[in-house]
């Protein structure tokens, strides 16, 4: 958890600055936290546990990082006493990296990509 953590907070230091460095470290963490995710589902026995929740309403779009990092707090904090609410967590902070990501990577998506043809 403190790997996923720590990559949450180097992606905040290079916010504003080196945009393909921001989103490789974003990348790393939504893989990062995704693997935490999956690590707590098979240990506590979680797999089929439904959240019924996408788990973004509460989400400052200002500083979704933020949100993040207090996600995988809350995991980190509740992981022991309470798997399920630590598994709550993770998937909050995956949501939330993966659509951090996807906003920023929208531009690039757009491009059109032609196939050749056969003449």
Sequence with gaps: MSKTL?????AEKAQGSDESSFKLLLWKAAAEA?????QISTTYGL???D???KGEENI?????LEAAR??????????????KEAYRASRKAVSILRTTYAD???????RVVSSPRNE
């Design 6 to 10: 720590s990559l949450v907070t180097e």
């Design 47 to 49: 797999a089929d546990y």
């Design 104 to 110: 920023i990577d929208k531009p690039s998506k757009q």
């Design 51 to 53: 959240l019924g929740e």
């Design 34 to 38: 995704e693997f935490l995710t999956f």
């Design 70 to 83: 207090s996600a995988l707090e809350e995991a980190k904090s509740s992981l022991k006493s309470d798997p």
């Design 60 to 64: 400052d779009p200002a500083n979704p």
